[in-house]
């Protein structure tokens, strides 16, 4: 751990990197930016964690809570919106069986994201799996999608 | 036997690869070499990717030139590839039943495509694709036949604006930062969600645009500002870039001039506010992207204190054309004030969605109607929202207005970077507008109180009127709200945030007294105000209905007329879609 993280601050002091930059190191690395973390690299760079954490919890991006293994993403800017991204987004956390506010699945296999607007707006509604865009969706494609994958992933370690 | 190659090109901007795209392109190349197609016809085949050509709702597109005739094919899918290769490509008959209808014809006939043309033409990953339709002569041309001011100069004349937001002069921005005695200077280009197509497209007219910005301000160091999820996008300039570095276009002493440039890029992260240029600048020096007191002006004082240009992609992507062709040229197009053409991306109800260019000063009509096709189903119109979430909406008693700057500032709304979304008759005016407001009142940075609190509280008087607890004086609160947001916050997002408010209110005054007065929701939108019941005499008992309604509570027997309890009802509107025999009413 200790090592991975020295590999990290390494690289932003060469970089002479930003704050942003660094933090978003941290997340690629470890899929969010936990306190303990926030805590190293306070005292490895005399920054005050209070600065870190103004950063962090600014931008909807930055997470501290961990991360699942794939990321859906609804988009639910207005193009998405008047085309039933809020349908999606509820399909989504039904068939994930998501409740309260979490946005994770509790085996860490799916994260639910939203995002405000992805500039897909001529094949709305779009609903993001990891990296690929899923054109003009509804809730069944969405159950399907998501149930899908869930079905190939366990395929995969047959 | 002619001995031209034939060209196909398979179209992979986020559209094409979301319809399968990539795997068009692979059974492409793997039936060309696997079968030998090249050997058997004695003629090179170029299977290759090329951006968006805007027409997204007939995805994957694939053009194939041979001998010189394009012919343009729409929804293809890897199994058709076969039939392509072997009828097309290898007996030279193009397969009518597949290729483009004449709305392919009539949505690219009205466009004005300068920095979309050769998006879908060339490969965006070979820099050689672009210096062959006389890529980076423009920036020669500035840099050794120009002077920095000689360049300033012409894009004064060509009269374009920035194309983000507001609408500022690009050439007077670039004229007060190149005054400045300081240095270094900075320039900063902004990749915004509506500019992904353009980077996916053609990267190297943004890279090239920058180069010769920096080159007319007189900075040495250009930024790419662009949001990390944008993968393809960020992949694509990052290539260009290599590639451009390759060929000496950036790095130290470009062309030979003495002049030294390089590109970085900094990763953004999801914020609206970021659009906002020393919001921006403040989430490159790795701080919360809150807007800065202005003046000091970014021009004099922007990026680590310096002065520095921040203009959007498109702005960019125009610039080459504007010194290759001349800036006289590029004035020619568009009207008095509002020069050149403008990138839409043309969304929601209209039934050829997909990115357009326009000439400056066109009317919606054309645009909706003529690009557009009409609205979807045949549905009426019922507003326009253009601009993105702070831009106006435009009803249709103005749809022979001329697109530009001036005519969209005089109804309340804004260019903005160029998202325009078309609403028809079931869309509730109200329910949209809150729509932005929450969408504002989340992205609002909170430094100042008027944007802060305002975007709150004008969100909870919608959330009440759409909800039907509205009253008559919560319309007058929103409107003194509204004053005083746009006259006293700090930067162009609390400014504009009730723009859409303003101009829904003016134009459909009724629909909101609909809801406060008579408790109803005209469009059968918001779910507080409306009711689903069974019509009888349509009803045929299938039992569809009762099978998806999520709460149980529609109940009823085969064969026997069923109904709805309005206490288990949910207002979801599962059984309104699901019934074949439209005997779901709303109201």
Not at chain 1, 31 to 60: C, K, Q
Not at chain 2, 129 to 150: C, N, V, W
Not at chain 2, 444 to 465: A, D, Q, Y
Request: glycine letters at 12%; hydrophobic letters at 35%; charged letters at 25%.
């Amino acid at each position: 751990m200790e090592k991975v993280l020295t590999k990290i601050l390494d690289q932003h002091r060469k970089e002479k990197g930003s704050l942003i930059a660094l933090l978003q190191r941290i997340q690629e690395t470890f899929g969010h930016i936990s306190e303990e973390n926030v805590a190293w690299f306070s005292r490895m760079l005399d920054i005050p964690e209070s600065r870190f954490f103004g950063v962090i919890t600014f931008y909807p991006k930055f997470r501290t809570k961990p991360v699942g293994k794939n990321t859906i993403t609804v988009c639910c800017g207005a193009a998405c919106h008047i085309k039933g991204a809020d349908k999606l987004l509820d399909t989504a956390r039904e068939a994930l069986g998501l409740s309260g506010d979490e946005d994770t699945t509790h085996d860490l296999g799916f994260t639910l994201q939203k995002a405000t607007c992805i500039g897909a707006c001529n094949i709305a509604p779009v609903v993001i799996l990891n990296k690929q865009v899923h054109a003009g969706m509804d809730p069944v494609k969405v159950t399907k999608l998501i149930k899908g994958y869930e079905r190939e992933e366990f395929l995969g370690y047959l | 036997m002619s001995s031209l190659p034939i060209e196909i090109k398979v179209c992979l901007g986020t559209s094409g690869s979301a319809a399968g795209g990539e795997e068009v392109l692979r059974k492409f190349q793997h039936r060309i070499s696997e079968q030998g197609i090249e050997a058997q016809i004695g003629r090179r085949c170029t299977p290759k990717k090329v951006g968006c050509r805007g027409f997204c709702s007939r995805d994957v597109l694939v053009d194939v030139i041979r001998d010189g005739n394009k012919t343009t094919y729409q929804s293809v899918t890897p199994i058709m590839v076969e039939r392509i290769v072997q009828e097309h490509i290898v007996g030279g008959t193009a397969i009518d039943e597949w290729t483009v209808t004449d709305e392919y014809a009539s949505f690219h006939e009205k466009q004005y495509k300068i920095v979309l043309g050769p998006c879908g033409e060339i490969d965006p990953e070979n820099i050689d694709e672009y210096i062959a339709m006389q890529g980076y002569l423009a920036a020669r041309k500035a840099m050794t036949r120009m002077t920095p001011d000689d360049v300033i100069d012409e894009v004064v004349r060509s009269g374009l604006r920035g194309r983000g937001g507001s609408g500022f002069l690009t050439g007077e921005k670039w004229k007060v930062c190149r005054r400045e005695e300081q240095h270094p200077k900075y320039i900063i280009c902004n990749v915004g969600e509506v500019n992904r197509p353009l980077a996916e497209g053609n990267p190297h007219a943004i890279i090239e645009g920058l180069l010769i910005g920096g080159y007319a301000i007189c900075a040495s160091k250009g930024y790419l500002y662009i949001r990390e999820r944008y993968h393809r996008s960020v992949e694509r300039l990052r290539i260009a870039i290599e590639q451009a570095r390759d060929k000496g276009f950036i790095g130290p002493n470009v062309f030979g001039t003495g002049f030294d440039f390089e590109i970085e890029f900094s990763f953004g992260t999801e914020a609206f506010i970021c659009g906002e240029e020393t919001a921006l600048m403040e989430s490159i020096e790795g701080k919360r992207a809150m807007p800065r007191v202005r003046p000091p002006f970014p021009a004099v004082q922007g990026l680590w204190g310096k002065p520095t240009v921040i203009n959007n992609a498109e702005t960019f992507s125009n610039i080459p054309i504007i010194i290759g062709r001349g800036g006289a040229w590029f004035s020619s197009i568009g009207t008095k004030e509002s020069k050149g053409t403008k990138v839409f991306t043309l969304s929601g109800k209209v039934r050829n969605n997909g990115l357009v260019e326009i000439p400056m000063g066109m009317s919606f009509r054309d645009i909706v109607y003529g690009i557009g096709g009409g609205i979807e189903g045949d549905k009426a119109l019922k507003a326009i929202q253009v601009g993105g979430p702070s831009g106006g909406i435009i009803p249709t008693s103005m749809l022979d207005l001329g697109l530009d700057y001036e005519n969209l500032a005089k109804v309340g709304s804004i260019v903005g970077s160029g998202g325009m979304v078309v609403f028809d008759e079931d869309d509730c005016i109200v329910s949209v507008t809150k729509f932005y407001m929450e969408f504002l009142h989340r992205e609002s940075c909170g430094k100042c109180t008027p944007c802060r609190v305002g975007t709150k509280r004008m969100m909870e008087l919608l959330t009440k009127i759409t909800e039907g607890t509205g009253g008559d004086e919560d319309l007058r609160t929103l409107e003194r709200l509204s004053g005083v947001m746009a006259s006293t916050s700090l930067c162009g997002l609390g400014r504009s945030a009730p723009n859409p408010f303003l101009t829904s209110f003016n134009h459909f005054k009724e629909e909101y007294l609909a809801h406060i007065r008579e408790r109803k929701c005209p469009a059968g939108v918001c779910t507080a105000l409306i009711t689903f019941s069974v019509n009888e005499e349509r009803c045929k008992a299938c039992g569809i209905c009762k099978r998806v309604c999520p709460t149980k509570a529609i109940s009823g027997e085969p064969k026997k007329v069923h109904s709805i309890d309005p206490e288990r009802c949910v207002k979801c509107g599962a059984c309104f879609r699901a019934c074949k025999f439209k005997a779901i009413k709303k109201a």
